[in-house]
Every structure is written in structure tokens, then in C-alpha cells.
Nanobody
């Protein structure tokens, strides 16, 4: 019943930056981790980054390593995705998701139990 809400999307030129936020609500927050996924029109939803809630261990897709940074603020029940050196290929709807149980791969969407509504990121060339 926990809900997550993304924000921070927008239009940016190639090479620019954006920071996405995902806040959890709906009661006391408990999760093993939070992840970011993205989906472009006509494509499958793909993994972007994830972070464990307690230890802060991070995971990144190869396509964003060195450009994106995931972090979290436990007190605010919020996770952030700092996106630098954006490319047109990064254009997609970005979703945050919560991992309610410690089961499955952090890289797989099937391992996450609840999802936000998404925020649009558009990178122009």
C-alpha cells in the first residue's frame, strides 16, 4: 500500500543535467531498496539504477555508469537520481520502484513490488 511519486523530469539539451526525486508515502516506510527504470515508446522497460535502503549499495546499468548517480535520504523516504551528460538516448519515462522483499535481482523489474506513475525526461539534440 506504499505509494511512490516521481518528480524532476523535463526537457533538457544534450549534455545537460536533471535530478529526479522519488518520495514514498502511505505509512511507515520499509523496503530493501529502491530502483529507477525507464521506458521509451516502443521499447521495453529497462533498468537504470538501484540502491539498497540500509547499506546504500548502488547498482547501475552499463549505459549510465559514470553519468548517473543514485542516492537516498532515509529520513525523507526519498531516493534521487542525478543525471549528467544526458544523451538523446536517455529520453524516456522514468519510474521509481520499491523492493518490498529481498528476493530477485535488483536489475529486474519483477523484483519490485510498487511503482510510481513516472516522470518524462526528454533530451533534445
Amino acid at each position: 500500500q506504499v505509494q511512490v511519486v516521481e518528480s524532476g523530469g523535463g526537457l533538457v539539451q544534450a549534455g545537460g543535467s536533471l535530478r529526479l526525486s522519488c518520495a514514498a508515502s502511505g505509512g511507515s516506510y520499509t523496503t530493501y531498496g529502491l530502483g529507477w527504470f525507464r521506458q521509451a515508446p516502443g521499447k521495453e522497460r529497462e533498468f537504470v539504477a538501484a540502491i539498497t535502503w540500509s547499506g546504500g549499495i548502488t547498482y547501475y546499468a552499463d549505459s549510465v555508469k559514470g553519468r548517473f548517480t543514485i542516492s537516498r535520504d532515509n529520513a525523507k523516504n526519498t531516493v534521487y537520481l542525478q543525471m549528467n551528460s544526458l544523451k538523446s538516448e536517455d529520453t524516456a519515462v522514468y519510474y521509481c520502484a520499491g523492493r518490498a522483499i529481498n528476493r530477485g535481482s535488483y536489475y529486474s523489474s519483477s523484483a519490485y513490488s510498487y511503482w510510481g506513475q513516472g516522470t518524462q525526461v526528454t533530451v533534445s539534440s
